[in-house]
């Protein structure tokens, strides 16, 4: 699970195109969460299914969202090894980060309005802990100098961040190992879910093993295959 903490999930490099869309990529994340949730629940009405498929599609959203976040950092750094102008901007992972964290809460209240009026332990559990997971994450994004700039912080924000993304990626590789043995119906999510899961994680290890490695660009590659 090193792979998951590698540059606390963001990258360095920017992208000046992408800097119109980014204020508003967290809000645009969210909202398109709640209205998943609401319109399951306008299509099969105020119950329980209908929050129950609130919450399904919210869950599975916000695995979406996550992948990207896992991916957009290591992606960008590794692009801009061999295509040193497209520099997609620094703040895109952290971005995704509080994007995922929001739709994660959407699918948190989807779950805890239902139990408001029958509470249920386990869920008011489940939430609880959802909740703190998603509000440590969240923190942990905050940009290092807004902290105050020491190191000790750094390193304790890092730590944070980097647990809090293993135990998400254990969630949803752990639900998805889950449904795909026993008496459920099938269903081609957690088979996509696992898979891309795997993927995030390679993408990291990857992303690791060419930070340890010189920089090569497409025009230093094409320098070297001429003087050959």
Request: charged fraction near 15%; include cysteine.
């Amino acid at each position: 699970m090193v792979a998951l903490d590698h540059t606390a999930l963001f990258g360095h490099v920017k992208v000046p195109r992408l800097k119109f869309i980014m204020p508003s990529l967290v809000a645009g994340i969210t909202l398109m969460a709640g209205a998943l949730v609401l319109g399951a629940i306008l299509a099969r009405g105020l119950s329980e299914n209908g929050f129950r498929l609130g919450s399904q599609l919210a869950w599975r959203y916000a695995f979406f969202v996550f992948f990207a976040a896992l991916l957009a950092g290591p992606g960008c750094r590794m692009t801009s090894r061999f295509f040193p102008r497209v520099t997609p901007p620094q703040s895109l992972s952290r971005k995704l980060v509080w994007g995922f964290c929001a739709s994660y809460g959407v699918y948190l209240l989807s779950v805890f309005l239902p139990n408001v009026i029958q509470p249920s332990a386990g869920a008011t559990l489940m939430v609880l802990f959802g909740a703190a997971a998603v509000l440590v994450m969240a923190f942990a994004a905050v940009p290092f100098k807004r902290l105050g700039g020491m190191p000790v912080l750094e390193k304790a924000r890092r730590a944070m961040l980097g647990a809090a993304a293993v135990y998400f990626w254990l969630c949803y590789s752990i639900m998805a190992l889950a449904r795909l043995s026993g008496p459920h119906r099938p269903d081609a999510f957690y088979d996509i879910s696992l898979s891309l899961m795997v993927v995030a994680l390679l993408v990291r290890y990857a992303d690791r093993w060419f930070s340890d490695r010189p920089v090569r660009t497409m025009s230093n590659l094409r320098q070297s295959s001429v003087s050959k």
